[in-house]
């Protein structure tokens, strides 16, 4: 929905699914829901409505990228649509561990802002998805971002 009578910012969910099952997490029940064609469509005319410069699309889960080719379409949709005067900031929430190469040229190359959800220590990350800590280490790597943990003792 967007917030404030401008419409500047959109977070769409576009499933309630995960591949992950953390038991804190909101999407406790994961449900396999996913926002349609049409919802995302009527969103996006929503946000392209807004009079503002710059305006921010989230794509929210369960984990969104679930949904990768419905996030494409969006972004494909509003590229074409927002005009030369006009920047769409794109924001994805994700656990991280479906960022596959192809994806993440995607995400650079739409200026995404990604925000990935991680527990900071394998003794957490691990519980939900034994091996994801590894992976995500290895994805920080890659990126050049520094993985700040703290011991449990």
């Given amino acids: 929905m967007p917030a404030g009578p401008a ?3 959109l977070g769409a969910v576009v499933t309630a699914d995960c591949n992950l099952r953390c ?4 999407q406790d029940r994961k449900q396999t829901l996913h ?8 969103a996006i005319e929503v946000l392209l409505a ?5 305006a921010s699309l989230s794509f929210l889960g369960g984990e969104p ?7 494409a ?3 494909r949709r509003v590229d074409r649509r927002q005009g030369p005067r006009r920047r769409i900031q794109y924001v994805l929430t994700t656990n991280g561990l479906l960022l596959t ?24 990350q691990d519980v939900p998805a034994p091996g994801s800590f590894a992976i995500l280490d290895r994805l ?6 520094p993985v700040i943990g703290v011991p449990i003792v």
């Avoid at 807004?50 to 710059?54: A, G, L, N, T, V």
């Fill in 35 to 42: 926002m349609s064609w049409p919802t995302m469509s009527a």
């Fill in 65 to 71: 990228l679930l949904r990768f080719p419905l996030i």
């Fill in 23 to 26: 038991s804190y997490c909101f």
């Fill in 7 to 9: 419409g500047d910012t």
């Fill in 50 to 54: 807004s009079r503002r410069r710059r």
């Fill in 73 to 75: 379409r969006a972004v």
């Fill in 101 to 124: 190469e192809r994806r993440l040229a995607f995400l650079a190359r739409h200026r995404f802002d990604v925000q990935i959800s991680f527990d900071g220590v394998a003794r957490a």
């Fill in 140 to 145: 920080f790597d890659r990126l050049g971002l």
